[in-house]
């Protein structure tokens, strides 16, 4: 069982399109972070949530992540071909030192 | 700029030998992490440090120990490799302080067992 369920698993739109991912638990969470991988290459932090309700934004990304703090979404506008990636989220707990549980994974193809 | 490095970005192996992965990180970091990534399932924690000597579990250890002799080394070791074990093995690290929750990936190396 996934303790973080990643939706959807694969995406492929066109340039200009907007798009939601969404990574959902039944944990409550202390932060959630963002990540994007491209081929080849370790995952890249893109963002880290921490309060409930909190919206952080990076050019045409939008990071929500729930009151509950147990689900969050990933929102770009206009996508652009550059955001072609595999996008995780992951979870983390004050208690865990550091250790991270990873959803599957949203593997983003966007075409020109 | 920081940096984790992994000794290769490929590697084949037949099964039933040994496999030495290592990962080298510059940041002076407590945390190490060792990750494998298979399609649909994300990543998936092996083994973990949160210092020189000591290790942790993850949620799929069999089939793998490590080692950490210095604070910037971490070793994953297949003590007998076995096809179901062909994937990428990602290496991480984090500082033990505030921003512990922030991990810094290498490159990968994916690992092929015949």
């Known amino acids: 069982t996934q303790l973080l369920e990643q939706s959807p698993q694969f995406l492929s739109i066109q340039e200009g399109e907007n798009l939601t991912v969404y990574c959902n638990s039944s944990s409550v969470f202390s932060s959630l972070q963002w990540y994007r991988q491209e081929p080849g290459e370790g995952p890249v932090l893109l963002v880290t949530v921490v309060t409930g309700g909190e919206v952080k934004k990076l050019k045409r990304l939008t990071f929500q992540f729930g009151d509950a703090r147990k689900d969050s979404s990933l929102h770009i506008t206009a996508a652009q071909p550059g955001d072609t990636g595999l996008y995780l989220c992951?979870?983390?707990?004050?208690?865990?030192?550091?250790?991270?549980?990873f959803g599957q994974g949203t593997e983003l193809s966007v075409k020109p | 700029d920081v940096k984790v490095t992994q000794s290769s970005r490929y590697l084949v192996k037949r099964t039933g030998e040994k496999v030495f992965l290592e990962c080298v990180q510059d940041?002076?970091?407590?945390?190490m992490f060792w990750y494998r990534q298979d399609p649909g399932l994300g990543l998936r924690l092996i083994y973990f440090s949160y210092d020189v000597k000591m290790k942790e579990k993850g949620d799929i250890p069999e089939g793998y120990s490590v080692s950490r002799e210095k604070k910037e080394r971490f070793s994953l070791i297949l003590e007998s490799a076995s096809t179901n074990q062909t994937s990428m093995y990602l290496c991480?690290?984090?500082?033990?302080?505030?921003?512990?929750?922030?991990?810094?990936f290498g490159p990968g190396t994916r690992l092929t067992v015949l």
């Open positions: 991480a690290s984090s500082s033990a302080g505030r921003l512990r929750d922030t991990q810094y």
């Open positions: 992951a979870g983390a707990w004050d208690n865990q030192g550091g250790k991270l549980i």
């Open positions: 940041m002076d970091h407590e945390n």
